[in-house]
């Protein structure tokens, strides 16, 4: 088994363990994304308040729709883009080792490098599972319109109340109402939407990635200085990393995900065209116009909460399995070896 495959297996299986655990936070977070009246964002207060206003009024199953299309697009992506970061990186440290038999440099893939290298892993990944996507968002932005009353009577709706809970009346909305529901709206390219942020938004991961193998090098390269120079990086270490890299990344391309999601949810032709985008730029301006500069960093507390743990928890759990699997492998290898012939 190569190298990539394990990371990339090891990859898909961290992701889905680390979208289970945050899921809740994840479609909180997308429906304040979206949410576009400021009364109504007021209203529902934070995290927490939200989370308990989705199981009281919607039921424990709304705080994880779309979570089945979720886990398939979190598998596939995980292990899209870990397989191919590994192809990516193993070139470059081939490279690098060949400047070095040169004398140039020391050897090690740079920081440059290493952006380079995530940032084309993203742009695979991205093109591959982006309509994976655009169906999870429908789905987590869903709101039940069978439930009687969702909302006191003397509340009216807002505009972003109305567009969700005029999608279906009945009690489940299932992955395939989505995916029609997409098509029928933009045809094919509809499960395109949002793509041109997504793929800016390739600067998130390798920027989380530039990160993460910067810390874990000065980590490496202290501990080899110091006494315990066998010692390996531990579970706890890598988590705390993986931790540190996502949050500088998020804090730096969250509006991008705010246009992503906006472009992504249910649009309905006609009515308030404040609310209704053409595309990524179009969307930016009336952003812009009608919100203002806040406007792009709705939920953003909630993010930071959800894409940090969640990354802690996949950078672990992928960093662990690739391990046992390369034990596994080797133990295999070993008793192949010594098979008398």
């Given at each position: 088994m190569s190298d990539a495959l394990i990371n990339g297996l090891a990859?898909?299986?961290?992701?889905?363990?680390?979208?289970?655990i945050t899921y809740p936070l994840q479609t909180v977070n997308t429906r304040q994304q979206t949410e576009r009246d400021p009364k109504k964002e007021r209203r529902r207060?934070?995290?927490?308040?939200?989370?308990c206003q989705v199981v009281k009024l919607e039921g424990w199953g709304r705080l994880y729709g779309g979570l089945m299309p979720s886990l398939v697009g979190t598998a596939t992506s995980q292990g899209v883009y870990y397989y191919f970061y590994q192809i990516f990186r193993n070139?470059?440290?081939?490279?690098?080792?060949?400047?070095?038999r040169n004398g140039m440099g020391d050897g090690?893939?740079?920081m440059f490098s290493s952006l380079i290298v995530a940032a084309l892993s993203g742009c695979v990944n991205v093109l591959m599972t982006n309509p994976i996507w655009v169906v999870v968002t429908r789905m987590q932005t869903h709101t039940k319109a069978s439930r009687k009353p969702q909302l006191p009577p003397t509340l009216p709706l807002s505009p972003d109340e109305a567009i969700t809970m005029a999608v279906t009346e009945s009690p489940s909305y299932r992955t395939s109402q989505a995916v029609q529901e997409v098509y029928d709206e933009a045809g094919i390219m509809g499960f395109w939407k949002g793509v041109l942020p997504t793929l800016i938004m390739v600067s998130n991961p390798s920027i989380q990635f530039m990160l993460y193998e910067t810390l874990l090098k000065q980590l490496k390269g202290r501990r080899a200085l110091g006494k315990n120079v066998n010692k390996g990086v531990t579970a706890l270490e890598v988590f705390l990393l993986g931790a540190v890299a996502k949050l500088g990344a998020t804090v730096?391309?969250?509006?991008?995900?705010?246009?992503?999601?906006?472009?992504?949810?249910?649009?309905?032709?006609?009515?308030?065209k404040s609310h209704h985008y053409k595309g990524t730029l179009d969307a930016i301006e009336k952003m812009i116009h009608f919100e203002g500069l806040s406007g792009f960093y709705k939920g953003m507390s909630t993010k930071i909460v959800q894409s940090v743990l969640a990354a802690a928890v996949l950078f672990m759990i992928k960093e662990e399995l690739v391990k046992s699997a390369r034990l596994l492998l080797k133990k295999d290898a070993g008793l192949i070896m010594s098979?008398?012939?």
């Open positions: 990859g898909a299986g961290g992701g889905i363990i680390a979208q289970l207060g934070g995290t927490v308040e939200q989370i070139r470059a440290e081939a490279a690098a080792l060949a400047q070095y090690s893939v740079g730096l391309t969250y509006p991008l995900l705010v246009v992503k999601s906006r472009l992504q949810v249910k649009q309905v032709k006609g009515g308030d098979k008398p012939t």
